[in-house]
């Protein structure tokens, strides 16, 4: 059984650092593209940061120079470390794993989503 447990998540006001961690189990995870996600109220969910099996990295814009994506294969884990948090930033941020096999199948997982929330 897959799981995908996020923790990290919280208040922090505006300025203010966080660092997430996804800690997975169950899945190939020296494979996996890990990505974090985002949800705020009333707002589609946007894709915040990904890091590949092999470690290169990608970032929204509105992140870019604030965020940093990592992974520690041998802990199976993902770090988003988030600084000068802004109040926009306040969303449920989840952990996404793809599973991407030689053959080109690939097996999609969630987290179950942490808050994070800023205030100004």
């Known amino acids: 059984q897959v799981q995908l447990v996020e923790s990290g998540g919280g208040l922090v006001q505006a300025g203010g650092s966080l660092r997430l961690s996804c800690s997975a189990s169950g899945l190939i995870f020296s494979i996996s593209e890990m990505n974090w996600y985002r949800q705020a109220p009333g707002k589609q969910r946007e894709l915040v940061a990904s890091i590949t099996s092999e470690g290169l990295t990608n970032y929204a814009d509105s992140v870019k120079g604030r965020f940093t994506i990592s992974r520690d294969n041998a802990k199976r884990t993902v770090y988003l470390q988030m600084n000068n948090l802004k109040p926009e930033d306040t969303a449920v941020y989840s952990c996404?794993?793809?599973?991407?096999?030689?053959?080109?199948?690939?097996?999609?997982?969630w987290g179950q989503g942490t808050q994070v929330s800023v205030s100004s």
């Open positions: 996404n794993a793809v599973e991407i096999h030689r053959d080109a199948t690939t097996y999609r997982y």
